[in-house]
């Protein structure tokens, strides 16, 4: 396995490193300490990332976009969590969205909206990925067609009617579109067909913002729910056919997961930067603290976790860009960042003591944004499930 970039992709990660030590470490404590979570929105950034194009690094050339591979994407992924996870995972929803539109979407399709994902405009074209309900989270890709999902497409002339809501949906109420799905068939589960996508700009009507998530950390991210009250949409707006949308779901998944994972990286490396630099200053005993062996022990394990999360995520992302992708690979990514940045953080905390409680230190913020990780993008624990449970069938077809 070779996961070095070219000195031309290098180049570009260390644009991106500057962008985000002088554009974003500096300004996002000011938006993580707004009371109103509307507020919390970095659009100054956004548009300083916009301005580089950093939103269309997933979106084919012929549409404006730099086509970068999956290898190239996860790192500037990870050196902007390195700066804020809330910026990086509202520019991943976009970035993931334009990867959907580009494997499964029309012409037409294509031309609308990548377009307007690459282009420079006032304020950035944000995409919401609008999946999770009220009552389902790990199970929206359930075969029990009476589980899952419940916001349902019906077609009626040329026309879909969409009825249902989403919860805790990235870029609710900010975004210019959102992927959709729903159920068309009710006799069927996810695997079986029971589920296609749809792409609904937030102008429909029908589509209305409910609550915005007032949350403990991952602030500059915002989540809120959708609903939609017999929302009519174009036939033209399906995503891929109807009943396809478990593979797009899959295919979401293939992508977003290893990219969680190398988020989960960029706040671990934040947090070892914040407890290092700190540890070779602080003087107890009479020599930095960095000298002393539970110090020192603590310092090493983070950068070992580190370092073992981001070649698992470049390992993820190398077959999926080799055509390759393995979903298994991919929840692991997700558990090992997670688990990772919290371990980083908390440790961090430890090192500086009562000035890592402090919000004077920007360690109890890495430690807020790291905690969430865990659980949204379905929890590790059903995660650790699932991989087991591909591990024993990959074993019985082996045999």
Not at 58 to 87: C, F, H, K, M
Not at 108 to 136: C, D, M, N, V
Not at 202 to 224: F, P, S, Y
Not at 329 to 342: F, H, L, Y
């Amino acid at each position: 396995m070779e996961f070095t970039l070219s000195e031309e992709q290098l180049q570009y990660k260390d644009m991106v490193g500057q962008f985000v030590d002088e554009q974003v470490i500096p300004f996002i404590s000011e938006y993580d300490r707004k009371q109103n979570p509307k507020g919390s929105v970095p659009w100054l950034i956004l548009e300083k990332a916009m301005q580089l194009g950093l939103f269309g690094i997933s979106t084919p050339q012929e549409y404006g976009g730099s086509a970068l591979s999956n290898v190239e994407i996860l790192s500037i992924v990870e050196e902007l969590a390195r700066g804020d996870s809330g910026i990086a995972y509202t520019m991943l929803s976009t970035i993931t969205g334009a990867k959907l539109i580009s494997q499964f979407g029309t012409g037409e399709q294509k031309e609308k909206w990548l377009r307007r994902i690459s282009s420079e405009q006032t304020t950035p074209f944000l995409i919401g990925l609008a999946i999770s309900e009220p009552q389902s989270g790990c199970d929206n890709m359930s075969p029990d067609p009476n589980a899952g999902l419940l916001t349902t497409a019906e077609l009626v002339n040329d026309q879909y009617i969409l009825n249902g809501s989403k919860s805790y949906i990235t870029n609710a109420g900010i975004a210019n579109l959102y992927i959709v799905w729903a159920r068309t068939d009710k006799s069927k589960g996810a695997p079986q067909g029971g589920l296609s996508a749809f792409l609904v700009p937030a102008d429909t009507k029908g589509l209305t913002v409910g609550k915005i998530e007032d949350k403990m950390g991952n602030r500059l991210a915002q989540q809120g729910e959708l609903f939609f009250d017999n929302c009519a949409i174009p036939k033209g707006s399906l995503l891929s056919e109807e009943g396809q949308g478990f593979p797009v779901i899959l295919k979401f998944v293939e992508n977003r997961l290893p990219a969680v994972g190398a988020i989960g990286t960029g706040i671990a490396s934040a947090a070892f930067n914040v407890a290092y630099q700190y540890a070779k200053q602080r003087v107890q005993g009479g020599t930095q603290i960095i000298n002393h062996q539970a110090i020192a022990h603590k310092l090493s394990n983070m950068l070992m976790y580190t370092e073992a999360s981001r070649l698992l995520y470049q390992k993820a992302a190398a077959n999926q860009d080799q055509g390759k992708p393995e979903v298994m690979e991919a929840q692991m990514c997700k558990i090992m960042g997670s688990e990772t940045a919290v371990m980083a953080t908390n440790e961090t905390i430890q090192i500086l003591g009562c000035y890592g409680y402090s919000k004077e230190y920007p360690a109890e913020k890495l430690l807020r944004d790291a905690r969430v990780f865990t659980v949204c993008e379905n929890g590790n624990e059903f995660m650790r499930n699932k991989i087991i449970q591909r591990y024993q069938k990959k074993e019985e077809q082996s045999q």
